[in-house]
């Protein structure tokens, strides 16, 4: 198939017809975009001190070698196949609650780590070692139970009734494991398919305590840490430092957030089927500081609402003392966001996210947006100086919400500069399939660009092997994902 180049006015896409000027609704004056309150606009590309991906990596890796440093320091000697088998147990057990520590690093929401590595990496990060954190903890028990088993000379079932009814602490090691385990199953992929995310995220927060449960067990029995009081120091700090980290990122910040804030609902406008915009008061909102490309989690404090924080990206500039999200319906919270009413008092966290100018390297920027992936890259549009060219794919030319602020973003811009092109799924219209040649044919210098991504899963998908068939390089591509 080939690809069809419109001009941003793309016929066949129509204009929302709700759009009435608003604040929001499209830049405030010609020449250039203006943004009160978030970052400082930037003039172009920006120089960059290494990737903060690699730094957090890098220091999670040495930690690893710390505690490896901790066992080699407590051992003497490995003597024998039990002795082997239950200094494996000890490694696998210092490593599983080094695991722990990292695990709640990760999703602490430092904003260092946010805005650096972003949300959906750390989501991606946070699951992949909570498999192994959880397989290192079955295999502590496993070597532990045999390399015992085989010191005492007895069968593995009584060898397990001892352990965990006759040594101390051991009950309260047996509990934590049991219940990081259920965590694991629940957030197995066939299980959270099965579950609401409010059920998971339920289950998931049984995770802390079976961390204090691991965490007592591990530093009242753990061969490196009784009578060695220098080991036990380290650990403790490593687990009290997360913990306060976590209390504090995690509680004191948003309530002292809120607080000052004090969020409401302003307007709720109707922008396309099943889309809505939220629009946000409350006092001081530039002090958030919430950078283009960035997201809140939401809480919208209404009966049947109250209890969900759901993310929803910033779908303008921060201007004027209001903040908007625009937001499809696609669940029960999604949907509601239609009924909220002026003033409804609001508990937001964040900014969060990394998609935002400070990933740029080169002056041109292709925004690439599917459907409500819309929203972060609308923000991006309107701040971003330079080359930046918007393509939008949604399903019908009915469902491409805000398209008419986006084309009076790129009307009063120089032409060349700034432009977007609209396309749909039904071939009569304009369609672009997501092939190499297609994003070459619409716009030829893709490959020299930075690429800023958000859309559902197939189409981010496909938009990624588009893109490293067009030569633009992995990092260049900056992606975000709607789902943790
Ligand atoms: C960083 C980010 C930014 C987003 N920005 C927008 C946006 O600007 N506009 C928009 O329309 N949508 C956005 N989404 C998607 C939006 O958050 C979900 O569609 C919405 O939360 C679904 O909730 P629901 O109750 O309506 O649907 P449900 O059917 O209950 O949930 C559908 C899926 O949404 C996700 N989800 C639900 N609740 C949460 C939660 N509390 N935290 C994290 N994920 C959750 C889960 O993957 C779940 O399977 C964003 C998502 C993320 C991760």
């Given at each position: 198939m080939t690809a069809v180049r419109p001009e941003h006015n793309a016929p066949g896409a129509q204009r929302n017809p709700a759009a009435v000027p608003h604040p929001h609704a499209g830049p405030r004056r010609r020449g250039g975009p203006r943004q009160r309150g978030g970052p400082r606009q930037r003039g172009g590309p920006r120089q960059r001190g290494g990737r903060p991906e690699w730094w957090a990596l890098g220091l999670v890796y040495a930690g690893g070698l710390a505690v490896l440093a901790l066992w080699w320091h407590g051992t003497s000697s490995v003597v024998?196949?039990?002795?082997?088998?239950?200094?494996?147990?000890?490694?696998?057990?210092?490593?599983?609650?080094?695991?722990?520590?990292?695990?709640?690093?990760?999703?602490?929401r430092v904003p260092a780590l946010e805005g650096g590595v972003g949300t959906d990496r750390l989501a991606r990060w946070h699951a992949a070692g909570g498999r192994y954190t959880v397989c290192l903890a079955v295999a502590h028990v496993l070597l532990v139970i045999w390399g015992y088993a085989l010191t005492s000379r007895s069968d593995v079932i009584h060898q397990t009734g001892t352990l965990v009814f006759h040594y101390p602490e051991m009950l309260k090691g047996t509990l934590g494991t049991l219940l990081l385990f259920a965590v694991g199953i629940a957030s197995m992929r066939a299980a959270r398919r099965r579950l609401r995310y409010e059920t998971w995220h339920l289950i998931h927060l049984g995770t802390y305590l079976a961390i204090f449960l691991v965490f007592s067990h591990q530093v009242a029995n753990g061969a490196q840490f009784v009578g060695q009081p220098l080991a036990k120091a380290f650990w403790y700090a490593l687990f009290i430092g997360v913990s306060l980290v976590l209390a504090w990122f995690r509680f004191v910040v948003p309530v002292a957030r809120n607080l000052r804030h004090r969020m409401r609902v302003a307007e709720v406008r109707f922008e396309s089927p099943g889309v809505v915009s939220v629009y946000v008061t409350g006092r001081r909102l530039d002090g958030l500081r919430a950078a283009p490309g960035q997201f809140f989690r939401w809480r919208f404090l209404v009966p049947g609402m109250w209890w969900a924080a759901n993310p929803y990206s910033l779908s303008?500039?921060?201007?004027?003392?209001?903040?908007?999200?625009?937001?499809?319906?696609?669940?029960?919270?999604?949907?509601?966001?239609?009924?909220?009413?002026?003033?409804?008092?609001?508990?937001?966290?964040?900014?969060y996210g990394a998609l935002t100018e400070a990933r740029r390297s080169r002056r041109g920027v292709l925004l690439l947006a599917g459907g409500v992936g819309i929203t972060p890259l609308r923000t991006l549009f309107e701040t971003m100086a330079g080359d930046v060219t918007l393509i939008y794919l949604a399903r019908r030319p009915q469902d491409l919400a805000l398209r008419g602020e986006l084309d009076a973003l790129a009307a009063s811009s120089s032409a060349a500069r700034r432009r977007v092109l609209c396309f749909v799924d039904d071939p009569s219209e304009y369609s672009l399939p997501l092939t190499p040649e297609a994003l070459r044919a619409v716009v030829p210098d893709v490959a020299e660009r930075d690429v800023y991504l958000c859309g559902p899963p197939g189409m981010a998908d496909a938009a990624h092997r588009?893109?490293?068939g067009a030569g633009v390089p992995g990092r260049r591509v900056h992606h975000e994902s709607f789902e943790f």
């Open positions: 024998g196949a039990a002795g082997w088998l239950t200094d494996a147990a000890r490694i696998t057990g210092l490593l599983a609650a080094y695991g722990c520590a990292v695990m709640l690093a990760l999703m602490a303008a500039p921060a201007r004027d003392g209001l903040l908007r999200i625009t937001v499809k319906a696609s669940g029960d919270h999604s949907r509601a966001l239609a009924r909220l009413r002026p003033g409804t008092r609001i508990w937001a966290e964040g900014p588009a893109l490293r």
